[in-house]
């Protein structure tokens, strides 16, 4: 079984890292009926100017294989569209693919033009990464109406795709998400102490920490307030915020807010870390924060939070809810100052009660890492779509 998966953008954002890690999984792996499947990514030819394909990058480093010659825009242009639906018709035939996957809105935009005008006839399957109310426009109805098959990871976006547009119980995949499956290998490693000292955060102090993009719509008044709170009733508590700002909103989101608050010598930014780095700054945590989902609709780094073995602590804004379950793989809470600061307090100071939180929602984690659902349920939904071509 080959098939092909299109993904257009170029960025390291939004779906890109669940969708690289589904391929990732798919390839290679075994089919029920003999031999493998092989999978390849049409990565996105346009590039803005002055920067890198980290897309591309990031497929190459995971080992998928790539393949050229689409321009795939991530906001539609009629010309490159076109020519890149014609294009995939040709390169389909020319490859012998037996299958197309879709990523992203402009991708499965593509396919389906490929599949309705042009002739190719594959089926389609769409990733719908998305948390939020589907638009159910032309653009929606042109697209999945010539889908075959239908894969979410959350349920009530599932059924309403669904009903919509008519996909059989056969051809729809719930399946959790996928994590990097190489990060269990850093969950253990005890690394905390050193990354307090390099940071001249004390060994007893009470370290909440939170992984996210400094932008304005994250809501940081909220946690600044929050960790007000935690200030007023615990002292030494720090607050460790792992992420990079956007250009020109550091001064005005973090630094004269904390400063006016005398909060800014408690708050520390290490910025945007990687690997063993990030692995070791989750290790100091005693407590991982989580306000709104960003970029990536699968909140990555609250799960990989939960697989570090982090009492995790989040909104119950978006999908977060269905990420966490209050009282058993973490605490879910409304999102203002108090809700959240009194739950931080009170796992902060039941370390029994928290700990079996983490360990629950490290459970969890850990069979996302593994991936071994995400694989069969996606291989079961490519033989029903293929089947029913068949018949």
């Not at 769409?126 to 109406?145: L, M, Q, T, V």
Request: proline share 8%; with cysteine; hydrophobic share 45%.
């Amino acid at each position: 079984m080959r098939v092909l998966h299109l993904l257009a953008n170029h960025k390291w954002t939004g779906a890109a890292e669940p969708a690289l890690q589904v391929l990732r999984r798919l390839h290679g792996s075994p089919l029920p009926s003999g031999g493998a499947c092989e999978v390849r990514l049409a990565v996105a030819g346009f590039v803005h100017a002055g920067m890198e394909h980290a897309v591309r990058e990031r497929a190459e480093s995971l080992g998928i294989p790539t393949l050229e010659g689409l321009s795939l825009r991530k906001h539609v242009r009629p010309v490159s569209l076109v020519s890149d639906a014609y294009r995939l018709r040709e390169l389909a035939e020319e490859e012998g693919f037996d299958l197309l996957h879709c990523h992203l809105p402009a991708d499965h935009l593509t396919a389906a033009l490929a599949v309705s005008a042009f002739g190719l006839r594959l089926p389609i399957v769409r990733s719908d990464w998305e948390i939020r109310p589907p638009s159910f426009g032309p653009r929606n109805h042109f697209s999945f109406e010539v889908t075959a098959g239908l894969h979410c990871w959350l349920e009530e976006r599932a059924r309403v795709l669904e009903r919509r547009f008519s996909f059989p119980p056969a051809r729809v995949a719930v399946l959790p998400p996928p994590l990097d499956p190489t990060l269990p290998s850093l969950a253990g490693r005890p690394e905390g102490g050193a990354f307090r000292e390099r940071f001249g955060i004390p060994p007893e102090a009470p370290l909440l920490g939170i992984t996210a993009r400094i932008q304005r719509r994250r809501r940081w008044p909220l946690l600044f307030e929050a960790f007000a709170r935690i200030r007023e009733r615990l002292e030494g508590a720090r607050l460790c915020v792992l992420g990079r700002p956007d250009e020109g909103v550091f001064e005005e989101l973090c630094r004269r807010p904390l400063a006016a608050a005398g909060l800014l010598p408690y708050v520390h930014f290490p910025g945007y870390l990687r690997g063993a780095d990030y692995a070791a700054a989750l290790r100091a945590f005693d407590l991982f924060l989580f306000l709104v989902p960003g970029s990536d609709p699968t909140c990555r780094a609250l799960r990989e939070a939960m697989l570090f073995g982090l009492p995790v602590l989040c909104t119950d804004a978006g999908s977060l809810p269905a990420l966490v379950e209050d009282g058993r793989t973490g605490r879910v809470v409304p999102p203002s100052p108090e809700a959240l600061a009194g739950a931080a307090l009170d796992l902060l100071a039941d370390s029994a009660r928290a700990r079996l939180l983490a360990e629950e929602g490290a459970r969890l984690a850990r069979a996302q890492a593994k991936g071994g659902d995400l694989v069969r349920g996606l291989l079961r939904l490519y033989r029903a779509v293929l089947e029913e071509r068949g018949s």
